[in-house]
């Protein structure tokens, strides 16, 4: 996949014209994903700036102040940080479609359902890039665990989507890692056996999900997810062609 990252020595490109929304991203940021995927839903005009994040821009400070992606700009002089934070923004800018559950107390479970899915994407982390291998059915059993309380929710909620008869805020959030679910396996060269049968919600869910028009237009598949994580663990990762 060719994608042009901008990197150190590089200038800041003009701002969007028109007062248009960008996006400071890298194409496999799963953080800089969820990003997309509610500009996406929006159907906001929006244009990407990506980032290479090893050889980072002299300006990127001035856009996050922690040099990470991703970060909106929201061209009206204000600059959002945080995934979650920009999916929240544009929920609040563009109403239609909502992303939020109308339902106070639904939403409130699905914030705190988003937050505990730190633990999935930091053993995901681990088991991609850690240092310190431990064997994979150690992290598999650590994520089953964690992904319990989300098959719940779809049983209590007794639809396909966490969000209803179509995805929502929390659906969205957690789907760029299970895009990338197959990644630890093909990088350990070990399978990770998924119990398929404790968890027959999420695995409707990630089927439907798949045929979402937002997870399809901002799509990448599981092989070159692959290819950037094992480039990336070799240290012979080239953003611009991965
Ligand atoms: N909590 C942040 C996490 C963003 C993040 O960790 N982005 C990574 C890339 S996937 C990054 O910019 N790393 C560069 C760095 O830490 O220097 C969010 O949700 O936006």
């Given at each position: 996949?060719?994608?042009?990252?901008?990197?150190?020595?590089?200038?800041?490109?003009?701002?969007?014209?028109?007062?248009?929304?960008?996006?400071?991203?890298?194409?496999?940021?799963?953080?800089?994903?969820?990003?997309?995927?509610?500009?996406?839903?929006?159907?906001?005009p929006?244009?990407?700036?990506?980032?290479?994040l090893?050889?980072?821009p002299?300006?990127l400070?001035?856009?996050?102040?922690?040099?990470?992606?991703p970060?909106?700009?929201?061209?009206?002089?204000?600059?959002?940080?945080?995934?979650?934070d920009?999916?929240d923004?544009?929920?609040?800018?563009?109403?239609?479609?909502?992303?939020?559950?109308?339902?106070?107390?639904?939403?409130a479970?699905?914030?705190?359902?988003?937050d505990?899915?730190?633990?999935?994407?930091?053993?995901?982390?681990?088991?991609?890039?850690?240092?310190?291998?431990?064997?994979?059915?150690?992290y598999?059993?650590?994520?089953?665990?964690?992904?319990q309380?989300?098959?719940?929710?779809?049983?209590?909620?007794?639809?396909?989507?966490?969000?209803?008869?179509c995805?929502g805020m929390?659906?969205?959030?957690?789907?760029p890692?299970?895009?990338r679910?197959?990644?630890?396996?093909?990088?350990?060269?070990?399978?990770?056996?998924?119990?398929?049968?404790?968890?027959?919600?999420?695995?409707a869910?990630r089927?439907?999900?798949?045929e979402?028009?937002?997870?399809?237009?901002?799509?990448?598949?599981?092989?070159?997810?692959?290819?950037?994580?094992r480039?990336?663990?070799?240290?012979?990762?080239?953003?611009?062609?991965?």
């Open positions: 996949m060719s994608t042009k990252h901008l990197k150190k020595g590089d200038p800041q490109p003009a701002a969007a014209e028109g007062g248009k929304l960008r996006l400071y991203s890298m194409a496999f940021c799963p953080y800089a994903h969820r990003a997309r995927l509610a500009l996406q839903v929006k159907g906001a929006f244009d990407i700036v990506n980032i290479n090893l050889e980072k002299e300006w400070t001035a856009v996050h102040p922690q040099g990470k992606v970060a909106l700009d929201a061209g009206d002089g204000r600059i959002v940080v945080e995934s979650l920009i999916a923004f544009l929920d609040g800018k563009f109403p239609e479609p909502p992303l939020w559950p109308a339902d106070e107390d639904t939403k479970r699905h914030k705190k359902l988003i505990d899915f730190g633990k999935v994407a930091k053993i995901f982390y681990e088991a991609v890039y850690g240092k310190e291998k431990r064997p994979l059915g150690d598999l059993e650590d994520i089953v665990a964690a992904l309380p989300f098959e719940d929710e779809l049983v209590a909620g007794g639809n396909l989507f966490f969000g209803g008869s995805p929390l659906d969205y959030m957690i789907w890692w299970a895009e679910a197959k990644v630890p396996s093909i990088i350990n060269k070990q399978e990770m056996n998924f119990p398929k049968d404790k968890f027959p919600k999420l695995l869910w089927e439907a999900m798949k979402d028009g937002a997870v399809k237009a901002q799509a990448v598949d599981t092989e070159t997810h692959a290819r950037f994580s480039a990336y663990v070799d240290g012979t990762l080239d953003y611009d062609n991965v």
